[in-house]
């Protein structure tokens, strides 16, 4: 599961966003999020990996978009955090003389993976600008 690691990379764009291009610091982030600024820089460098940010070093640093807020999609930025199964998935083998045991996790994962493209299909038909003019 991705947890809270989408709700605080979205946060962090829409605060970008909200900065035209300005350099904002990962303390300045985790302050509005109210985080400690090292998960910040944790999801600030995944963002960055995947070409949503960039970032400035040293004195007066921070974080900027790398891209128009109306080019980042909502759909692509949940799949550079994604990692696992947004449902989860099952920690046992379960008993495959059941008729049903030895074949659920088959079915589950094609449940599980109907889900998630759903969500992405919906994400997807909207950008980080859309999601930011919530806000103004």
Not at 61 to 86: C, E, H, M, P, T
């Amino acid at each position: 599961m991705i947890s809270s690691r989408f709700p605080i990379s979205l946060h962090i764009l829409t605060l970008l966003d909200d900065a035209n291009g300005a350099v904002v610091s990962s303390d300045y982030l985790a302050g509005s999020i109210n985080i400690n600024p090292v998960l910040v820089r944790k999801e600030i460098m995944n963002l960055r990996k995947h070409g949503f940010v960039d970032s400035k070093e040293g004195k007066g640093g921070g974080s900027f978009l790398a891209k128009s807020a109306s080019d980042i999609n909502l759909g692509d930025v949940y799949k550079s955090l994604r990692n696992q199964n947004i449902l989860g998935q099952s920690k046992n083998e379960p008993n495959p003389k059941c008729p049903i045991g030895k074949q659920i996790n088959q079915h589950l994962n094609t449940l599980y993976s109907d889900a998630e493209n759903a969500l992405v299909d919906n994400l997807s038909k909207q950008s980080l600008a859309d999601f930011a003019s919530k806000f103004k």
